[in-house]
T-cell receptor
Framework: GEDVEQSLFLSVREGDSSVINCTYT??????LYWYKQEPGAGLQLLTY?????DMKQDQRLTVLLNKKDKHLSLRIADTQTGDSAIYFC???????????FGAGTQVVVTP | DGGITQSPKYLFRKEGQNVTLSCEQN?????MYWYRQDPGQGLRLIYY???????QKGDIAEGYSVSREKKESFPLTVTSAQKNPTAFYLC????????????FGPGTRLTVL
Protein backbone atom coordinates (compact mmCIF):
# COMPACT_ATOMS: atom_id res chain seq x y z
CA GLY A 1 0.00 0.00 0.00
CA GLU A 2 0.93 3.65 -0.03
CA ASP A 3 3.31 4.99 2.58
CA VAL A 4 4.79 8.47 2.95
CA GLU A 5 7.75 8.96 5.29
CA GLN A 6 9.32 12.11 6.70
CA SER A 7 11.92 12.81 9.32
CA LEU A 8 10.21 13.98 12.51
CA PHE A 9 12.31 16.97 13.52
CA LEU A 10 14.54 19.66 12.02
CA SER A 11 16.32 22.48 13.83
CA VAL A 12 17.66 25.39 11.79
CA ARG A 13 19.20 28.77 12.52
CA GLU A 14 17.40 31.90 11.42
CA GLY A 15 18.71 33.02 8.03
CA ASP A 16 19.93 29.56 7.02
CA SER A 17 18.22 27.31 4.48
CA SER A 18 15.96 24.47 5.64
CA VAL A 19 15.58 21.24 3.70
CA ILE A 20 12.71 18.92 4.56
CA ASN A 21 12.74 15.48 2.98
CA CYS A 22 9.98 13.06 2.11
CA THR A 23 9.88 9.62 0.51
CA TYR A 24 6.86 7.92 -0.96
CA THR A 25 6.22 4.46 -2.34
CA UNK A 26 3.43 4.76 -4.91
CA UNK A 27 4.94 5.29 -8.35
CA UNK A 28 1.52 6.23 -9.74
CA UNK A 29 1.42 9.47 -7.72
CA UNK A 30 0.18 12.33 -9.85
CA UNK A 31 0.67 15.32 -7.59
CA LEU A 32 2.78 15.85 -4.49
CA TYR A 33 2.05 18.55 -1.95
CA TRP A 34 3.62 20.44 0.91
CA TYR A 35 1.39 21.77 3.66
CA LYS A 36 2.31 23.87 6.71
CA GLN A 37 0.56 23.61 10.08
CA GLU A 38 1.04 26.12 12.86
CA PRO A 39 0.06 25.17 16.44
CA GLY A 40 -3.66 24.60 16.87
CA ALA A 41 -4.44 25.52 13.27
CA GLY A 42 -5.49 23.82 10.08
CA LEU A 43 -3.20 22.96 7.19
CA GLN A 44 -2.06 25.69 4.83
CA LEU A 45 -1.17 24.67 1.30
CA LEU A 46 2.38 25.87 0.54
CA THR A 47 3.06 24.44 -2.87
CA TYR A 48 2.64 21.38 -5.04
CA UNK A 49 4.40 19.73 -7.93
CA UNK A 50 3.10 17.63 -10.78
CA UNK A 51 4.77 14.26 -11.13
CA UNK A 52 6.27 15.05 -14.55
CA UNK A 53 8.25 17.98 -13.15
CA ASP A 54 11.67 17.89 -11.49
CA MET A 55 11.65 21.23 -9.78
CA LYS A 56 9.33 24.05 -8.87
CA GLN A 57 10.32 27.38 -7.34
CA ASP A 58 7.98 29.80 -5.61
CA GLN A 59 9.66 32.75 -3.89
CA ARG A 60 11.61 31.29 -0.92
CA LEU A 61 10.34 27.77 -1.57
CA THR A 62 11.98 25.23 -3.89
CA VAL A 63 10.51 21.77 -4.42
CA LEU A 64 12.68 19.02 -5.89
CA LEU A 65 11.22 15.74 -7.12
CA ASN A 66 13.27 12.64 -7.90
CA LYS A 67 10.77 10.17 -9.36
CA LYS A 68 13.34 7.41 -9.76
CA ASP A 69 14.07 7.43 -6.02
CA LYS A 70 10.52 8.51 -5.06
CA HIS A 71 12.03 11.39 -3.09
CA LEU A 72 10.55 14.83 -2.59
CA SER A 73 12.18 17.75 -0.81
CA LEU A 74 11.18 21.25 0.24
CA ARG A 75 13.86 23.88 0.60
CA ILE A 76 13.06 27.10 2.45
CA ALA A 77 15.59 29.85 1.79
CA ASP A 78 16.44 32.46 4.44
CA THR A 79 14.41 30.67 7.12
CA GLN A 80 12.57 32.97 9.50
CA THR A 81 11.09 32.39 12.97
CA GLY A 82 7.64 32.50 11.36
CA ASP A 83 8.59 29.35 9.44
CA SER A 84 8.55 27.34 12.68
CA ALA A 85 5.73 24.83 12.18
CA ILE A 86 4.97 21.25 11.20
CA TYR A 87 5.39 20.53 7.49
CA PHE A 88 3.44 17.72 5.85
CA CYS A 89 4.23 16.00 2.63
CA UNK A 90 1.27 14.40 0.81
CA UNK A 91 0.80 12.45 -2.39
CA UNK A 92 -2.28 12.11 -4.56
CA UNK A 93 -2.62 8.63 -5.97
CA UNK A 94 -6.28 8.31 -6.95
CA UNK A 95 -7.94 10.32 -9.68
CA UNK A 96 -10.66 11.67 -7.41
CA UNK A 97 -8.31 13.34 -4.96
CA UNK A 98 -7.48 11.11 -2.00
CA UNK A 99 -4.27 12.26 -0.31
CA UNK A 100 -1.80 10.12 1.62
CA PHE A 101 0.01 12.17 4.28
CA GLY A 102 3.34 11.75 5.99
CA ALA A 103 3.57 12.11 9.78
CA GLY A 104 4.94 15.64 9.48
CA THR A 105 8.32 17.28 10.18
CA GLN A 106 8.52 19.68 13.13
CA VAL A 107 10.74 22.59 12.09
CA VAL A 108 12.15 24.76 14.86
CA VAL A 109 13.91 27.98 13.88
CA THR A 110 16.36 29.36 16.43
CA PRO A 111 17.64 32.97 16.53
CA ASP B 1 -14.20 36.17 2.17
CA GLY B 2 -14.04 32.66 0.70
CA GLY B 3 -13.01 29.81 2.93
CA ILE B 4 -13.81 26.86 5.12
CA THR B 5 -15.19 27.27 8.62
CA GLN B 6 -15.36 24.67 11.34
CA SER B 7 -17.19 24.98 14.61
CA PRO B 8 -16.72 24.81 17.44
CA LYS B 9 -12.97 25.22 17.83
CA TYR B 10 -12.96 23.21 21.08
CA LEU B 11 -15.50 20.57 22.03
CA PHE B 12 -15.83 18.50 25.15
CA ARG B 13 -18.10 15.53 25.51
CA LYS B 14 -18.77 12.82 28.01
CA GLU B 15 -18.24 9.18 27.19
CA GLY B 16 -21.29 7.61 25.59
CA GLN B 17 -22.51 10.81 23.94
CA ASN B 18 -22.73 11.52 20.23
CA VAL B 19 -21.41 14.87 19.06
CA THR B 20 -21.59 16.65 15.69
CA LEU B 21 -18.81 18.77 14.22
CA SER B 22 -19.73 21.43 11.70
CA CYS B 23 -17.93 22.16 8.42
CA GLU B 24 -19.07 24.83 5.97
CA GLN B 25 -17.43 26.11 2.79
CA ASN B 26 -18.29 28.96 0.45
CA UNK B 27 -15.71 28.09 -2.20
CA UNK B 28 -18.29 26.36 -4.41
CA UNK B 29 -16.27 23.15 -4.12
CA UNK B 30 -17.90 19.85 -5.02
CA UNK B 31 -15.70 17.60 -2.88
CA MET B 32 -15.39 17.66 0.89
CA TYR B 33 -13.33 15.57 3.31
CA TRP B 34 -12.96 14.80 7.01
CA TYR B 35 -9.58 13.90 8.50
CA ARG B 36 -8.49 12.95 11.96
CA GLN B 37 -5.10 14.05 13.33
CA ASP B 38 -3.42 12.47 16.36
CA PRO B 39 -0.15 13.73 17.88
CA GLY B 40 2.91 12.65 15.91
CA GLN B 41 0.83 11.17 13.12
CA GLY B 42 -0.22 12.27 9.71
CA LEU B 43 -3.81 12.91 8.76
CA ARG B 44 -6.11 9.94 8.31
CA LEU B 45 -9.18 10.09 6.11
CA ILE B 46 -12.51 9.41 7.84
CA TYR B 47 -15.12 10.13 5.13
CA TYR B 48 -15.26 11.99 1.86
CA UNK B 49 -17.95 13.28 -0.43
CA UNK B 50 -17.49 14.02 -4.12
CA UNK B 51 -20.96 15.41 -4.69
CA UNK B 52 -24.14 16.33 -2.83
CA UNK B 53 -26.10 13.37 -1.45
CA UNK B 54 -23.18 11.02 -1.89
CA UNK B 55 -20.32 10.09 0.45
CA GLN B 56 -17.81 7.29 0.87
CA LYS B 57 -15.92 5.74 3.78
CA GLY B 58 -12.28 6.58 4.17
CA ASP B 59 -9.63 4.61 5.99
CA ILE B 60 -11.01 4.97 9.54
CA ALA B 61 -14.81 5.40 9.20
CA GLU B 62 -15.85 3.12 12.07
CA GLY B 63 -17.64 5.06 14.82
CA TYR B 64 -18.29 8.10 12.59
CA SER B 65 -21.15 9.17 10.34
CA VAL B 66 -21.65 12.04 7.88
CA SER B 67 -24.30 13.64 5.69
CA ARG B 68 -24.10 15.82 2.59
CA GLU B 69 -27.50 17.40 2.04
CA LYS B 70 -26.09 20.71 0.82
CA LYS B 71 -23.04 21.50 -1.28
CA GLU B 72 -21.70 23.91 1.35
CA SER B 73 -22.04 21.66 4.37
CA PHE B 74 -20.52 18.33 5.45
CA PRO B 75 -21.16 17.67 9.16
CA LEU B 76 -19.38 14.84 10.97
CA THR B 77 -20.97 12.95 13.85
CA VAL B 78 -18.69 11.19 16.29
CA THR B 79 -20.78 8.41 17.79
CA SER B 80 -20.42 6.59 21.08
CA ALA B 81 -19.14 3.61 19.07
CA GLN B 82 -15.87 5.43 18.37
CA LYS B 83 -13.49 3.94 20.92
CA ASN B 84 -10.91 6.72 21.08
CA PRO B 85 -12.50 9.93 19.82
CA THR B 86 -10.17 12.47 21.45
CA ALA B 87 -8.32 14.06 18.50
CA PHE B 88 -8.03 17.09 16.24
CA TYR B 89 -10.54 16.95 13.37
CA LEU B 90 -9.89 18.71 10.09
CA CYS B 91 -12.32 19.35 7.28
CA UNK B 92 -11.14 20.06 3.74
CA UNK B 93 -12.68 20.80 0.37
CA UNK B 94 -11.60 20.76 -3.25
CA UNK B 95 -13.04 21.31 -6.71
CA UNK B 96 -13.22 17.56 -7.20
CA UNK B 97 -11.24 17.38 -10.44
CA UNK B 98 -8.14 15.27 -10.95
CA UNK B 99 -5.86 18.30 -10.85
CA UNK B 100 -7.31 20.09 -7.85
CA UNK B 101 -5.86 20.72 -4.41
CA UNK B 102 -7.46 20.40 -0.99
CA UNK B 103 -7.94 23.40 1.24
CA PHE B 104 -8.36 22.97 4.96
CA GLY B 105 -10.46 24.53 7.68
CA PRO B 106 -9.04 25.61 11.07
CA GLY B 107 -9.98 22.35 12.82
CA THR B 108 -11.98 21.26 15.87
CA ARG B 109 -10.29 19.77 18.91
CA LEU B 110 -12.53 17.15 20.51
CA THR B 111 -11.84 15.95 24.03
CA VAL B 112 -13.75 13.15 25.67
CA LEU B 113 -13.95 13.49 29.43
Amino acid sequence: GEDVEQSLFLSVREGDSSVINCTYTDSSSTYLYWYKQEPGAGLQLLTYIFSNMDMKQDQRLTVLLNKKDKHLSLRIADTQTGDSAIYFCAEKTDSWGKLQFGAGTQVVVTP
Amino acid sequence: DGGITQSPKYLFRKEGQNVTLSCEQNLNHDAMYWYRQDPGQGLRLIYYSQIVNDFQKGDIAEGYSVSREKKESFPLTVTSAQKNPTAFYLCASSLGTSADTQYFGPGTRLTVL
